[in-house]
Each structure stands twice: as C-alpha cells, then as structure tokens.
C-alpha cells in the first residue's frame, strides 16, 4: 500500500530571501531541479527547511507550491511539527488539503515532559495523526530514558490511526533495528543520518531523508540501490568518502549548501535565517569544487 514510500528522499532546504521568508520564485525554480535529478520523494519543512523559523502562513505557501510544482510525480511528505499542538494540526490539515502524501512531526520542544515518560510526545503526536487522514511519520526520540523504554513507546505509536512510519534521526543504529523488530515491519522506516545511509538498511530502513541529498541525490541513491543489489564494496568506499566530506563541511554546512547548489544546479538557496548558521565562512569556490568531486567520484556513477 505504501511501496512509494521508500528510497532516497532530500530534506528539502527552502530558498530564502535574505529578510527571513521563502523565496518562492526560487522554491519553484528549486522543486524543479530536484525533480530533474531523480528524487524518490521530497521531506518538506524539517530542519534542514527551517520550518521552525517560518510564520504558518509560510510553511502553508511552501506546501502549495511545492505540491504544485511537483503535481504528483513523487511522494511528499510535510514535517507539521510545531510549538504548539493547535499549529501542528492545522498545518497537517492544509498539508491534507493540498494532497501530499504523508505527514511528519517533530517531539514537543523547549517544554519537555517533568515526569520521565513519553506521556507528552505521545499525546502530541495523537493530536496530530488524527487531524486528517494522511500516513503519519513522527520523528524517533531518544526515548530509551523514558519510563517503559523504546519497545513500550513503539508499541504505543502503532495503537495511533494512521501510524505508517517514522523518521529516524539517529546515530544509534541499534535504536533503528530495536524499532524494526519491535515493530514487526508494520513501519516504513526512514533513516536520518545521512552519514548512515547504507549502513541503516541493515537495520530496516526502507529509505533515507536527509541534508545532504539536496547536493548529491544521483550519487547517493545510484550508491543506496546498488547496496541493496547486493554491491558492498561500492558502498563501503562511497561511505567512507561520504562520511568524510560531511565531516569536512559541517562545521560551515549552510555556506556549502548554498555554493554547491550554486555550482551544481544554478539554484540560490540564500543565506540561512539567523541564528541558524550565522557563524558559517564562506568557503573557496576551488574547496567546495573538491569536496563535490570527492562525492561524485566515489559514486562510481556514470553520466
């Protein structure tokens, strides 16, 4: 039933304008290019969207047009959370009426739950899951600190309507493979590392939602699928190369995000909103350059 729900999906960045709202003429221009370069799916409005930053009535704009532009050709699924419960649900309500295909939600932030349980999350993540009738996928919490432990708040989730998946923002690939199992492959699951990509399928990850797919989505789902065909050697190298051109370019991600989408795609994400990135450095062009060859070649990818 949800066999589209599945490869290598970028958390979309959003274009910004430089005064804290969408670029929406770029966003269009943007959706475009990640269409073009063989998507599986588009995760909207996460952190890597900065969705958090944005005004309701941007989040609701960014949804419309990006649903438009795409008009159906892959799956789509929004990221509702919010800091309020009654945010997230309209804004999982309008995600119904543009007719994405699934929902996502962040846990409660800044109040976190006083008595050690899942209690909070839990019943935010209810609120949201029956505002409309779209897959919900909430995001993995470190939930192995509550009371009851991860199983138990697994077991809970899947009482849910509409509980389809989860995505996984995890480094903990035991946590991956303990939700697998306890749920007993009724979730599709998404990995969030991307520095685990291939590693995560292991565990029983379906997909994988990330950052970094918005620069090298050819290179990483030609590297995933070849994985799962069963070439390891191609995956062990292209991970280690990718791993290290992540750890090369995190400390200053924004500024790369933006020069490499640049060079590669002609697109202008714009600066990140403040405070997000506002200690990244412009890096050499002749940097940025490498860093991108590194991925492409390690990919083995032709063409």
């Not at 991307?194 to 918005?214: F, H, K, P, R, W």
Request: hydrophobic share 40%; aromatic share 8%; charged share 20%.
């Amino acid at each position: 039933m949800y066999e589209n729900l599945k490869g290598v999906w970028p958390a979309m960045l959003t274009p910004m304008d430089g005064n804290g709202r969408p670029a929406f003429k770029q966003l269009e221009k943007w959706v475009e290019v990640l269409l073009s370069q063989g998507v599986d799916g588009l995760y909207l409005l996460g952190s890597t969207g900065q969705g958090f930053l944005l005004t309701e009535e941007d989040r609701k704009k960014v949804t419309e047009i990006t649903a438009g532009v795409n008009a159906g050709k892959v799956p789509i699924i929004v990221q509702v959370g919010s800091m309020t419960t009654a945010e997230s649900v309209r804004l999982a309500q309008h995600a119904s009426q543009c007719k994405v295909d699934g929902i996502s939600s962040v846990a409660p932030v800044y109040y976190g739950p006083t008595d050690g349980s899942a209690g909070m999350a839990l019943s935010h993540y209810e609120a949201i899951a029956t505002a409309s009738d779209l897959p919900f996928f909430p995001y993995q919490l470190g939930t192995t600190n509550f009371s009851g432990g991860l199983v138990d708040f697994i077991n809970k989730l899947l009482q849910m309507p509409n509980m389809v998946g989860m995505k996984l923002t995890t480094n903990n690939l035991l946590e991956i493979s303990t939700i697998a199992y306890s749920s007993k492959s009724k979730l599709v699951l998404f990995s969030g590392a991307d520095e685990l990509m291939c590693q995560a399928v292991l565990c029983g990850a379906t997909g994988a939602i990330g950052s970094y797919y918005n620069v090298f989505e050819r290179e990483c789902k030609y590297v995933r699928n070849e994985f799962v065909k069963g070439d390891v050697k191609l995956a062990t190298d292209f991970m280690l190369v990718f791993q290290e051109i992540i750890a090369e370019s995190l400390p200053n991600i924004w500024s790369f995000f933006r020069q490499a989408i640049q060079m590669r795609y002609s697109v202008d994400i714009g600066a990140s909103i403040a405070p997000v990135g506002n200690t990244n450095k412009v890096l050499e062009d002749k940097k940025v350059e490498e860093l991108i060859d590194r991925v492409v070649k390690a990919s083995k990818i032709e063409g």
